[in-house]
Every structure is written in C-alpha cells, then in structure tokens.
C-alpha cells in the first residue's frame, strides 16, 4: 500500500504560479510511476500529468503542456507539479496518484492510489 497526501493548493490571480507537493509513504519505491488529475464539479477527473518511476519520462496533457511542469524526488518520497501561467480554467481540485508500475497511462483507472485533493483557486 501507498499513502499519498498532497498540499500547496491555494488561491492565486491569473498568471500567477503554485507549486503542488505529493507525499508518498507506505511500500513507496522508485518502481512506482506517479501521475496527477483534476476535477470540477459536474466533471470527470482529468488527466494532467505524469512522471515514470525514475523521473526519466514525463508527459502532458494538451491544455498544460508549456506552462505545467512534473517532477519527482524520490530520495524524499515526494512528487511535484509546478504550474505557471495559471488560468482561471486550471481551477479545480488537484490529486496525485501512483501505480505500481514503471510508467502508466492517462486514465484514471491506471493508478491504484490516491491522495485526498487539493483545491487551486485561480481568479481573474
């Protein structure tokens, strides 16, 4: 089992950037890829991105790519996304999530473990 709990969500203006913290415990390795979505309400949970397990391959989602940025220690069992340029658009809640493989998917059913959410507020 993997416990994964997130923080640095919070409310900031457009064009403004936040950086989103993962923190992983339990049977944690650096085998396990790590991915992070987002939902609003009324909508399903969508991809955002992911990372491999030793933080070589990375991939985006179209409306991110450029301004989001994935990234992983695992020394500190910790996993990251830096967003930049943020939108009102990129309000919504924000869960990191982990599988046990070396490099998964962008469906939610591909990851095994969830963190609680964190909600990012953008105003414009």
């Known amino acids: 089992q993997v416990q994964l709990v997130e923080s640095g969500g919070g409310t900031v203006q457009a064009g403004d950037s936040l950086t989103l913290s993962c923190a992983a415990s339990g049977r944690t390795s650096s085998t396990y890829s790590m991915g992070w979505f987002r939902q609003t309400p009324g909508k399903e949970r969508e991809f955002v991105a992911r990372i491999s397990g030793n933080g070589g391959i990375t991939a985006y989602a179209d409306s991110v790519r450029g301004r989001f940025t994935i990234s992983r220690d695992n020394a500190k069992n910790t996993g990251y996304l830096r967003m930049n340029s943020l939108k009102p658009e990129d309000t919504a809640v924000y869960y990191c999530?982990?599988?046990?493989?070396?490099?998964?998917?962008?469906?939610?059913?591909?990851?095994?473990?969830w963190g609680q959410g964190t909600q990012v507020t953008v105003s414009s």
């Open positions: 999530a982990a599988t046990d493989r070396f490099w998964s998917g962008t469906n939610s059913n591909d990851y095994s473990y």
